[in-house]
């Protein structure tokens, strides 16, 4: 079974400040998606990473796939309360069963003014 | 464009009865994902159907459990007798292809007193 670990389980911080959450496997993916999920609502798909190694920027969130394909990292610059959500992390397996995407439990990011 | 639509958006029952949710995919997409969303194991997979026929129920947690898909515009997911333990946010996912991004819908909160 793949598992995927993300951390910090939690993260409060003020606006401004720049954040790092981390997603952690012993596993190889295929791929690996971040999603952003607000209350209330299903998860929205951020970015794919594909090639180990790769960095991906979406305005001031920049991903980072590891270069063994085994963990990613996204970074935000400058939080803004906007981007108060739960991130979830989620890995392609690299098997057979391609469809099947192991989620991570997610960071909880809270984004004060 | 419409996106996933998930009826109910919230249901409260009681411990044994019968829990229909229901799921209307993304036009032209061909697969549909079934997930379950809890605070102690975050998002679980459990059922995949490709071109409305089932591939992989192994995250079916028993039999208690059944979803069906009767044509591409609509699935269901059952309990019966519903529990306690069922009571979770059930979102539903559609995509393109089987691999790739999941589009979710806003998900069904259920709670089983």
């Known amino acids: 079974t793949q598992l995927l670990e993300q951390s910090p389980q939690f993260l409060s911080i003020q606006e401004g400040e720049n954040l790092t959450v981390y997603c952690n496997s012993s596993?190889?993916?295929?791929?690996l998606q971040w999603y952003r999920q607000e209350p209330g609502e299903g998860p929205v798909l951020l970015v794919t990473v594909v090639t180990g190694g790769e960095v991906k920027k979406l305005k001031r969130l920049t991903f980072q796939f590891g270069d063994a394909r085994k963990d990613s990292s996204l970074h935000i610059t400058a939080a803004q309360p906007g981007d108060t959500g739960l991130y979830l992390c989620a890995g392609e397996d690299s098997g057979g069963s391609n469809y099947k995407l192991t989620f991570g439990k997610g960071t909880l990011l809270t984004v004060n003014p | 464009d419409a996106g996933v639509i998930q009826s109910p958006r919230h249901e409260v029952t009681e411990m044994g009865q019968e829990v229909t949710l229901r799921c209307k995919p993304i036009?032209?997409?061909?697969?549909l994902f079934w997930y379950r969303q809890t605070m102690m194991r975050g998002l679980e997979l459990l059922i995949y159907f490709n071109n409305n026929v089932p591939i992989d129920d192994s995250g079916m947690p028993e039999d208690r459990f059944s979803a069906k898909m009767p044509n591409a515009s609509f699935s269901t997911l059952k309990i019966q007798p519903s529990e306690p333990r069922d009571s979770a946010v059930y979102f539903c996912?559609?995509?393109?292809?089987?691999?790739?991004?999941?589009?979710f819908g806003e998900g069904s909160r259920l709670t089983v007193l």
């Open positions: 596993s190889v993916f295929s791929s």
């Open positions: 036009s032209g997409h061909n697969s």
């Open positions: 996912a559609s995509s393109l292809y089987s691999t790739g991004e999941l589009f």
